[in-house]
């Protein structure tokens, strides 16, 4: 057994026992974001015990590792006093995220317990679209006036990077807040003293609209492998930061959401061990429910070739393999398109490229595994039979690669979820048409 797994069993063990001597040494050896893991595997009675071993300061640390979920249920339970003070130390991103997903009443409480200050910064960031990077930009950034010569520059970091989200990008504004560059704390550590801060500006450095969508923003700080970038408004005024570590949250939100949804099932939106059995099986019963009513269509498909069946009985033994191969080419062929779609690597206008590149890809699939199936089929029912088999095999395979690479593109043009088109939907509907390719197949090689 893994020394994490017998740590959990030995804290849910010494938690239940009311043993608080080992928890406490336990505790001392841990991280913030090791001791968030741990709480989030815990039931939520042995999570609030272990939430008020913590000391005050660790305790803020671990409470915004946590997600949105667990911090909503240990908020619920703390006396007035202790939920004013932890909401009023929260970054304002981290707490309109949770509020963001939280019930009505609950926010109303929130906002309530918090100074002017942090209630107008909370409110601000609620006041943009759920998806944009101005719900989960940080408003806490250095600026520094494109006047102020580099040596006083640190002065100002030393006065203002006490609140920000971080002090490592620094923005270069004029008279009127509009961004004119940005600039590194290295850069200024080692730049010239006589210089200004608006001649060392970095003033190509790219920016985020505040308006953009959060998931394609996020991919941009990792593909210009920054710190941060700053978010302006429409006027280039400076409204926040995007840091790398908030980035790369969103970007692991978005895969996981992806997943889900390309498996199927709708995301959970926490810790898989949190979240209770009903949940889960809510969640995936919307889509096995629309997937087991797209399935008829097979049953519909094998009762209009019913007496092609009928006629030579050993086409019947193929479907399996037949179905089979086509659901998985197609489901390849999809996650490969959603995979490129969210990293930026196709567009929805490369649609006919994808398609033939696919269609390629599916040919030259077919005729290896169509290789396989004209043997089998020879040595089972003959030469004819086999002939049917591998040709279909073939034909599927090209139209599966296509169908499921072109499907998620297709999807985006239409501003619909790409993930939406997951694997069992595309082997469902090729499951379908496959069938139909084949019994055509059958009909003009075996006069049926």
């Known amino acids: 057994m893994s020394d994490s797994v017998q740590d959990d069993l030995d804290l849910k063990d010494a938690l239940d026992a009311g043993q608080m ?4 040494s336990w505790l001392e050896e841990k991280a913030a974001h090791e001791v968030a893991e741990e709480m989030q595997r815990l039931n939520p009675v042995q999570a609030a015990l272990l ?40 970054d304002p991103d981290d707490r309109a995220r949770l509020l963001g997903e939280a019930p009505a009443g609950f926010v109303r409480k929130v906002l309530a317990g918090l100074s002017h200050r942090e209630r107008a910064m909370t409110a601000a960031l609620l006041g943009y679209p759920d998806d944009s990077v101005g719900r989960v930009m940080s408003p806490e950034v250095v600026t520094v006036h494109e006047t102020t010569p580099v040596g006083d520059i640190l002065q100002v970091v030393r006065r203002k990077g006490l609140d920000a989200e971080t002090i490592d990008l620094l923005a270069v504004v004029d008279s ?15 730049g010239d003293p006589e210089l200004t801060a608006g001649d060392l500006a970095d003033t190509q450095a790219p920016t985020l609209d505040v308006a953009e969508d959060a998931e394609m923003a996020a991919r941009l700080v990792q593909e210009t492998n920054r710190l941060g970038l700053l978010v302006v408004d429409s006027e280039h005024r400076v409204l926040g930061v995007l840091t790398v570590d908030d980035a790369l949250e969103l970007i692991e939100e978005a895969d996981t959401e992806d997943v889900a949804r390309q498996a199927g099932a709708l995301p959970t939106g926490g810790h898989y061990l949190s979240a209770s059995v009903l949940r889960l099986a809510r969640l995936r019963v919307v889509w096995l429910l629309i ?12 009762q209009l070739f ?29 996650t490969s398109a959603v995979r490129a779609l969210a990293i930026g690597e196709v567009r929805s206008s490369d649609v006919l490229r994808v398609a033939w ?22 040595f089972v029912a003959g030469p004819a039979v086999g002939a049917t088999v591998g040709i279909s ?6 139209w599966a690669a296509t169908v499921g690479s072109v499907m998620p593109l ?11 088109i997951s694997a069992p939907m595309v082997t469902t509907l090729v499951d379908a048409t496959g069938l139909v390719i084949y019994f055509l197949v059958a009909a003009w090689f075996l006069g049926l």
């Open 21 to 24: 001597q080992p928890v406490l």
């Open 51 to 90: 939430w008020r071993l913590l000391g005050r300061d660790t305790a803020l640390e671990v409470f915004e590792e946590l997600d949105s979920h667990q911090q909503q249920q240990l908020l619920s339970g703390m006396r007035d006093s202790h939920f004013r003070e932890l909401v009023e130390h929260m």
């Open 176 to 190: 009127s807040r509009k961004l004119v560059g940005v600039l590194s704390l290295s850069e200024v550590v080692m």
């Open 291 to 302: 997937l087991i009513i797209a399935a008829t269509l097979t049953v519909s498909v094998l």
């Open 306 to 334: 019913e007496s092609s069946l009928e006629r030579v009985t050993a086409l019947a033994l193929f479907i399996p393999l037949l179905v089979g191969t086509g659901g998985n080419v197609g489901a390849q062929a999809a």
């Open 357 to 378: 590149r696919e269609s390629r890809v599916g040919l030259l699939l077919g005729v290896i595994l169509g290789a396989l199936a004209f043997g089998a089929g020879w």
């Open 393 to 398: 095999v073939v034909l599927v395979c090209m």
């Open 410 to 420: 297709a999807a985006r043009a239409v501003n619909i979820d790409p993930a939406v």
